[in-house]
T-cell receptor, first 115, second 113 residues
């Protein structure tokens, strides 16, 4: 029973390029959450999605960042025109129902380095 | 808005001794509280959660946590620490109404043989 999968595990981009991070939730989970972790910091919520819907994007920067969770395929976090400050670990989590008492299960993360 | 505080950046404990990792929270309603552990270059692994009921919650790998409403705390405990418990521990809280999960900054636990 595969857990949450994320790829790539490591991503290097130069300033101004686009970064595309993928997340496949656990089997049977239709709710996906993206978090960002800066060095020596806790995780900060970015966005919560269901299939084909963005439910809460209150933690998402207003520019350059977007997320989607299509009917088929993984959830994608896209960062356009990356800057050095975008360097971080990006984690995806999934849960079965999205309820407040649900446990969120995390993937291994994508570590983005912007040169 | 909800918040979590982990007052200790680092906790050192000798192998075999009991360990405690502290967490306090602030929410407007009833809290849903979680503990996760992160090993180097890995994702977060779920340890346990408090939703309602018994204040003492038992979780994975021998860990437990005690919910104390009057002190707004949810400290993580283990009776006998192992070297393999050395990792980064995160407390998180969620309020009712599908609000985001809010994490503390983490506490690095070091268990010394």
């Amino acid at each position: 029973n595969a857990g949450v999968m994320q790829n790539p595990r490591h991503l290097v981009r130069r300033r101004g390029q686009e970064a595309r991070l993928r997340c496949s939730p656990m089997k049977g989970h239709s709710h996906v959450y993206w978090y960002r972790q800066l060095p020596e910091e806790g995780l900060k919520f970015m966005v919560y999605l269901q299939k084909e819907n963005i439910i809460d994007e209150s933690g998402m920067p207003k520019e350059r960042f977007s997320a989607e969770f299509p009917k088929e395929g993984p959830s994608i976090l896209r960062i356009q025109q990356v800057v050095r400050g975008d360097s971080a670990a990006y984690f995806c989590a999934s849960s079965p129902t999205g309820g407040s008492t649900d446990t969120q299960y995390f993937g291994p993360g994508t570590r983005l380095t912007v040169l | 808005a909800q918040s979590v505080a982990q007052p200790e950046d680092q906790v050192n404990v000798a192998e075999g001794n009991p360990l405690t990792v502290k967490c306090t929270y602030s929410v407007s309603g009833n809290p849903y509280l979680f503990w996760y552990v992160q090993y180097p270059n890995r994702g977060l692994q779920f340890l346990l959660k408090y939703i309602t009921g018994d204040n003492l919650v038992k979780g994975s790998y021998g860990f437990e946590a005690e919910f104390n409403k009057s002190q707004t705390s949810f400290h993580l405990k283990k009776p006998s620490a192992l070297v393999s418990d050395s990792a980064l521990y995160f407390c998180a809280v969620r309020d009712v109404g599908n609000t985001p999960l809010v994490f503390g900054k983490g506490t690095r636990l070091s268990v010394i043989a």
